[in-house]
């Protein structure tokens, strides 16, 4: 028999972390916290109690009995220390009390320690080569020649981007002369010449799609800013720009990407303010040089005006991941363009941030726990033990999650991938069969599609795209075109009956429908299709349900009129198909309360019940997901947003400053002043409030002038719910560890009832667990308690809770389930500082009104997870909704990016410039010495690539992969009898089927193919594999010779004279080197999942 050790050390795999940065800080931090850990001053229950429940100053929501004693709780039972400004506070140790507060500086020996090696290590060619000198930018006159389109007329419709602001505090006057920059670099230079076009035209469109942009087509403010100034051709190279810029900040996100960098991935010097527009939409709207990175500050001048202004301030409320996140930036901003505050005389801005707790991070609350009585898992890689009380589980790294970044590109954090195979127990303990739980889940999978035909339609936006094939080869545009977007938009919107400019070049309406369910964090996968597209009982057939005698195919739920009811909701919906199904399939008790799982667990991803969901708009954040597993930070999530604070440099941040009070300037040009409960106050230019939306509805924050009613009534609509855990800590593991997730069905009030109001109060209670003993280093379970249960847990005592989440696991486990020897219950509701734990769609919501919460009114700018309608409830929308303020503070600071007229040169005058620019610099003006040395380097590689590929040829290609996948075979062999089998049950008014709806129904044919049927495609891929591998080993020795022959060439040539000798330390070279020569998303995972053929 293996030793429960030996177990605990097999089953701490799963385990990845980021690869390039080490927060030595942070270590010692959560060191400090381990060692400091308040579990030797665990309160007895008795002790703890009456604070604990102290739920008097909870305001009106929390009105209900409150218990006086917990004498009768059996466990040691430690609860959230978030509660209220009762005595709670004294008792529960804060785990950053132990820290330097955040007004102080950094005077800690190791953090320093960390600082300095990250300079040491970071100070590299980013820094080195962001000097500015005269080289080879052309001047600002236009030429008569010019290929950059001229700008012909107005815009007669509005184009402006939506939620960003426009007014700005600087007037034209104040602007820095919207001058042409001259930049001290060559082109090419950031575009590697090792590897061919084709990898790096596939580097850099992978790096736009982890960015979230669309690698062959403009974002709609790209195109707001660029439809006067470049030709549809032209958008071919600005997009290869933009993406070789991105790719250089992903290949190693610790550095920032310093704008000769960027400039560098022009080709062509005509293009160098082209890519200098792009660089600085993609630094102010936090697509590069976020986070922790190390960025290089603008060169600043020798100040001779008059004295400088002292620097602006912006207060930032609130130290959740979304106030922590625009801190960081509005400081990253604020470094790199320090020179710009010069020209406008002004010293940099000063942040502070106020917080109202003693900790940081807000909702991401990583709560120590005592692990002095459990067994400890080994090879456990946090530095402490703790439990999350708040946001726990990142659900993806891939294709764009900013947390991707500063997780494992930058802080190097250990994380541990869930395992997503999930069991559910019946009310008895035994396992639901997976059949039947199978055929349930479909059935809901259904319901939600078929509601799911009355959300808000979201309007289609412009699709201005690139040449999708030059693009992947790593080819510009050779024809420039010589109108630009907005005369072509206007000229052909003046021709009779054509389509106004804003409904020209429109993205395809793609509709979005549910097809499944995620059973860790309750959120529906969508793909494009057409929902209920297919008749009730044909569809329940196709599922496998067996149809009730008498049932026709072709019948139908009516639904139209319950979605036309003024009250209707997701949920009323939702058991309305419930109810109508009931009539076309025998549904019994068990599939009931399977049913009501999944609806519980819907209702965990809402934190609430679906009664209080919009029809309209209940995932109004569909087709945002990220992909990747979904994983958990290793020692506590809350080391994120610790993370941001204080590296690469302490935040300004002064704990407990409850705000009581924000006046605030309507117009947005005068000062504001934030008051708090401790008397503290302080003037600001600009104001970001943070503040959850629960605390915004409760009215704790007085804003004078009152907000206006288009923002309160947003406030209003949008809900705020609440789910709550119940945290067991254990002395050793009990249950099956051959999963993190299991779910347990709950009874009904009334028991086998057939009715859905009478699983409503029930389902959510401890209906899914999580085993986290891998993130926390000690055994314990963690319940959730979502849906009415969420709000129930605020009112009920400790010990029941407990009492009951032991019952739960006692009906899986037996008798044998021990009391846990600590327990942690949170109430987020009853929490001052959050009064609640997510948003969601209210039953009244407006499509647009996440976009309301994040619009400026007058001098204050709203961040937080409730003001980003694309990832809202998310500890990543928070941060990305913190990116966006602090994007929008700075526009308003300095005004829009400045665009050069024209903005592409004429070819000719640019050759003549380039010519007398480069005799300029060899007579005047010399190369910074680090610019010099990276050209130097750059046109040493590039002639030795020329020489090479004269002599010896190109290198030989890579064969093409080939998709070797049987079930990719047979689905384009099967497509038209797929498509005819989606024809028949289809609903009248639905269309024809969508490629996605026959793909769906190919993988279904597949998977009911008999072996026979399919193992003419399977021999078929193999002979494909087959062909590939053969073709691959012809090629590996080909291109070994190839690769022996030019280092052989490269040799000869260099000892002819052509030998690059640089007399500085390599260091510089080497990190420039190395951001060009890396693959995107190095510091990622490597997990196997980029195998070269499947099937
Ligand atoms: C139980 C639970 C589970 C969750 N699970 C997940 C998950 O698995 N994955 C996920 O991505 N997300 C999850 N979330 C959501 C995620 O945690 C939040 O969306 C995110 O952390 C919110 O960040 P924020 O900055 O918008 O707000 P907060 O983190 O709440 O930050 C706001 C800050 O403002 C402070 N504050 C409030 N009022 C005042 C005041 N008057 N004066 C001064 N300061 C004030 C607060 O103390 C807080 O620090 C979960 C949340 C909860 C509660």
Redesign the pocket.
């Known amino acids: 028999m293996r030793s429960a050790q030996e177990t605990l050390l097999e089953e701490g795999k799963n385990i990845g972390s980021g690869s390039s940065m080490d927060l030595d800080g942070l270590d010692l931090h959560l060191s400090l916290l381990a060692s400091k850990s308040d579990l030797t001053k665990i309160p007895t229950s008795a002790a703890r109690a009456p604070d604990i429940y102290s739920l008097a100053n909870t305001g009106p929501s929390t009105s209900k009995g409150t218990p006086k004693t917990e004498s009768e709780i059996v466990v040691l039972v430690d609860d959230m220390d978030?509660d209220m400004n009762s005595t709670a506070s004294g008792l529960v140790t804060q785990p950053e009390s132990e820290y330097p507060s955040g007004q102080e500086s950094v005077a800690n020996p190791k953090l320093l320690g960390f600082q300095e090696s990250s300079r040491k290590s970071l100070g590299s060619s980013a820094s080195a080569i962001s000097e500015q000198s005269d080289l080879s930018s052309p001047p600002a006159s236009p030429s008569s020649k010019a290929t950059t389109p001229a700008h012909v007329t107005d815009t007669k419709e509005s184009l402006e981007t939506p939620s960003r602001p426009i007014a700005t505090d600087v007037t034209r006057s104040q602007r820095p002369t919207p001058s042409r920059r001259k930049f001290n670099v060559r082109p090419r230079v950031s575009i590697p010449t090792d590897i061919a076009p084709f990898d790096y035209a596939n580097q850099c469109i992978a790096a736009a799609e982890h960015s979230r942009l669309n690698p062959y087509a403009l974002h709609q403010e790209e195109y707001s800013m660029l439809r006067e100034h470049i030709s549809h051709a032209q958008v071919t190279t600005y997009l290869n720009i933009r993406n070789g810029i991105l790719r250089l900040w992903l290949n190693n996100p610790r550095i920032g990407v310093a704008r000769e960098e960027a400039i560098g991935c022009a080709k062509d010097s005509r293009w160098f303010d082209v890519a200098n527009v792009s660089y600085e939409w993609l630094l102010r709207r936090g697509f590069i040089n976020y986070g922790c990175a190390e960025v290089p500050s603008s060169k600043t001048r020798r100040y001779k005006g008059p004295p400088k202004r002292k620097g602006k301030t912006v207060v930032v409320?609130?130290?959740?991941?979304?106030?922590?996140?625009c801190a960081r930036q509005l400081e990253t901003l604020f470094k790199q363009y320090a020179g710009q505050f010069q020209q406008l005389g002004e010293e940099v801005p000063n942040v502070i941030v106020?917080?109202?707790?003693s900790?940081?991070?807000?909702?991401?609350?990583s709560r120590a726990v005592n692990g002095s009585q459990c067994q400890r898992l080994i090879g456990f890689k946090g530095q402490r033990h703790s439990v999350?009380?708040?946001?726990?589980?990142?659900?993806g790294f891939e294709r764009g999650n900013p947390l991707n970044v500063l997780l494992r590109g930058q802080m190097a954090l250990p994380y541990y991938a869930l395992r997503p195979e999930t069991n559910l127990y019946d009310t008895n303990g035994k396992p639901v069969d997976a059949q039947r739980d199978l055929l349930v889940e479909r059935l809901f999978n259904d319901c939600l599609e078929r509601v799911s035909d009355y959300k808000f339609k979201s309007p289609p936006s412009k699709l201005i795209e690139g040449n999708r094939d030059l693009m992947d080869e790593g080819r510009d545009s050779a024809s420039e075109g010589n109108k630009t977007i907005a005369h072509v938009e206007e000229t052909t919107a003046s021709m009779p009956q054509a389509a106004p400019v804003s409904e020209q070049s429109l993205a395809p309406q793609v509709n979005l429908v549910p097809v499944s369910t995620d059973k860790a964090?309750g959120k529906t996968h969508v793909e494009p299709g057409t929902a209920a597209a297919l008749k009730a009982a044909f569809k329940a057939k196709l599922m496998g349900w067996a149809l009730k005698e008498g049932i026709l195919e072709d019948r139908d739920l009516e639904l139209d009129t319950a979605a036309k009811s003024p009250d209707v909701t997701l949920g009323s919906l939702i058991d309305e198909a419930i109810t109508q199904y009931r009539d076309i399939i025998d549904l019994t008790p068990q599939d009931y309360r399977l049913m009501n799982w999944h609806i519980a667990n819907l209702e965990y991803s809402n934190?609430t019940n679906l009664k209080n969901l919009s029809l309209g708009g209940w995932d109004i954040d569909a087709g945002n997901e990220w992909e990747g597993k979904h994983t958990?930070v290793v020692g506590g999530?809350q080391s994120v947003?610790w993370g941001l604070a204080h590296a690469p440099s302490a935040l300004n941040i002064r704990k407990d400053?409850?705000?009581?009070k924000i006046t605030y300037n309507a117009e947005g040009n005068g000062t504001a002043r934030v008051e708090?409960?401790d008397g503290f106050s302080i003037d600001a230019d600009y104001v970001v409030s943070?503040?959850?939306l629960?605390?915004l509805k409760h009215g704790?924050?007085k804003f004078d002038p009152p907000l206006p009613a288009w923002k309160t009534d947003a406030i209003s609509r949008l809900g705020f719910g609440?789910?709550?855990?119940v945290i067991l800590v254990y002395q050793e593991r009990f249950w099956d560890t051959s999963r993190d997730i299991f779910g347990v069905l709950r009874s009904p009030s009334s028991r086998h009832s057939l009715k859905q109001s009478d699983y409503a109060s029930q389902r959510g209670r401890c209906f899914q667990w999580f085993d986290v003993s891998n993130t926390s280093g000690v055994p314990v379970l963690l319940a959730?308690m979502a849906g009415d249960a969420?709000f129930d847990t605020e009112y009920t005592k400790n010990d029941e809770l407990v009492s009951e989440a032991t019952e739960v696991l006692r009906s899986v486990y037996g008798a044998k389930v021990p009391q846990p020897v600590h327990a942690v219950v949170?109430r987020?509701g009853s929490?001052?500082?959050?009064r609640?734990?997510?948003?969601s769609a209210g039953p009244s919501m407006k499509s647009d009104d996440y976009d309301t919460m994040a619009k400026t009114v007058g001098n204050v700018i709203f961040?937080?997870?409730?003001?980003t309608g694309t990832?809202?409830?998310?500890?990543?929308?928070?941060?990305l909704?913190?990116l966006r303020a602090a994007s929008d503070v700075l526009d308003t600071m300095l005004g829009p990016i400045n665009i050069p007229s024209p903005l592409i040169i004429p070819k000719e005058s640019s050759m003549s410039l380039s010519s007398s620019a480069v005799k300029r610099k060899a007579d005047t003006v010399p190369l910074s010495p680090q610019a010099s040395k990276q050209a130097r380097i750059e046109a040493h590689e590039l002639a030795a690539w020329q020489h090479i590929i004269e002599k010896i040829g190109d290198r030989p290609w890579r064969p093409q992969k080939v998709a070797g996948n049987s079930y990719l075979l047979y689905s384009k062999a099967n497509f038209d009898a797929a498509r005819k089998r989606c024809e028949e049950g289809r609903r009248l008014g639905k269309g024809k089927p969508s490629p996605n709806e026959v793909r769906v129904m190919t993988s279904k044919m597949w998977k009911e193919a008999t072996p026979e049927e399919k193992r003419p495609y399977e021999d078929q891929a193999t002979e494909q594999k087959r062909v590939y591998h053969e073709k691959l080993k012809e090629w590996e020795v080909v291109v070994k010779e190839w690769d022996s022959k030019a280092l052989q060439a490269r040799g000869e040539w260099e000892a002819n004279g052509n030998k690059l000798i640089l007399e500085d330390s390599p260091f510089d070279e080497a990190a420039g080197r190395e951001r060009r020569g890396q693959k995107v998303n190095t510091y990622a995972e490597s997990d196997g999942s980029d195998v070269e053929m499947a099937g």
């Open positions: 978030t409320i609130g130290a959740g991941m979304s106030g922590l996140g106020l917080e109202g707790r900790r940081l991070g807000g909702r991401v609350y999350e009380c708040g946001g726990m589980i990142i659900t964090t934190a958990m999530y947003p400053s409850a705000v009581k708090c409960e943070t503040i959850p629960g605390v704790s924050v609440i789910l709550n855990k959730l969420g949170t987020w929490d001052k500082f959050a609640g734990s997510y948003s961040a937080g997870e409730h003001t990832h809202p409830a998310t500890v990543h929308g928070a941060y909704s913190g």
